[in-house]
């Protein structure tokens, strides 16, 4: 299977930055769509963005982290990024990490491999 370990989580205040990794193996991660999603306590896991198979960048973002939020890859380490600027509270929650075989990939079944989450705490 395809293995996908997230990092870069953590404790920071309203307004800070913070990088999230997410290392694969067992694969090219250019061949996959590769996704971020969020779960806080006691809500349904969420997408927040997907950089597309195949292209040179092209992503898609859920509305509430449009403009704050970017995905990226590195295909030579072969490690997916989601750089969050402006935190706010309501971004406090576990960040999975996820492979599609989609192009358009926005639903939690799209997903054929997880990481095992990482997690993110704005708080003040």
């Known amino acids: 299977q395809v293995q996908l370990v997230e990092s870069g989580g953590g404790l920071v205040r309203p307004g800070d930055a913070l990088t999230l990794s997410c290392a694969a193996s067992g694969h090219t991660s250019n061949m996959w769509t590769m996704g971020w999603f969020r779960q806080a306590p006691g809500k349904e896991r969420e997408f927040v963005a997907a950089a597309i198979k195949y292209s040179s960048g092209d992503a898609y973002y859920a509305d509430s982290v449009k403009g704050r939020f970017t995905i990226s890859r590195d295909s030579a380490k072969n490690t997916l990024y989601l750089q969050m600027n402006n935190l706010k509270p309501e971004d406090t929650a576990i960040y999975y990490c996820?492979?599609?075989?989609?192009?358009?990939?926005?639903?939690?079944?799209?997903?054929?491999?997880w990481g095992q989450g990482t997690q993110v705490t704005v708080s003040s």
């Open positions: 996820a492979a599609s075989p989609l192009r358009i990939a926005v639903a939690q079944r799209d997903y054929n491999y």
